[in-house]
Nanobody, 111 residues
């Protein structure tokens, strides 16, 4: 199973970014998938999850700003990030729960 994130980059405060997590070797719809992030000098933290029934949960810090969705036909999970702030700067990881991690994609929020 391979998990590959993309879509990271530099974004201004208040802006938006969409991260993608493409899974190969397994059906993403059969698992829960989590988005995590790790800022410099900090522990990796859970951003949110989507389960096989597409039920989503979010960390309080991103609730109302970030949205996780899934396209089963593309075997891809997305993280839509809106109204970002410098505190959202981190490497973002996709995790097919109990199966595989991606390599991460850097998100930098700065003016």
């Amino acid at each position: 199973v391979q998990v590959v994130e993309s879509g990271g980059g530099l974004v201004q405060p208040g802006g938006s970014l969409r991260l993608s997590c493409v899974v190969s070797g397994s059906r993403v719809s059969g698992y829960s998938t989590g988005w995590y992030r790790q800022a410099p000098g900090k522990q990796r933290e859970l951003v949110g999850t989507i389960n096989p029934n597409e039920y989503t949960k979010y960390a309080d810090s991103v609730k109302g700003r970030f949205t996780i969705s899934r396209d089963n036909a593309k075997n891809t999970v997305y993280l839509q990030m809106n109204n970002v702030s410098p505190e959202d700067t981190a490497v973002y990881y996709c995790h097919l729960l109990d199966v595989a991690w991606g390599q991460g994609t850097q998100v930098t929020v700065s003016s």
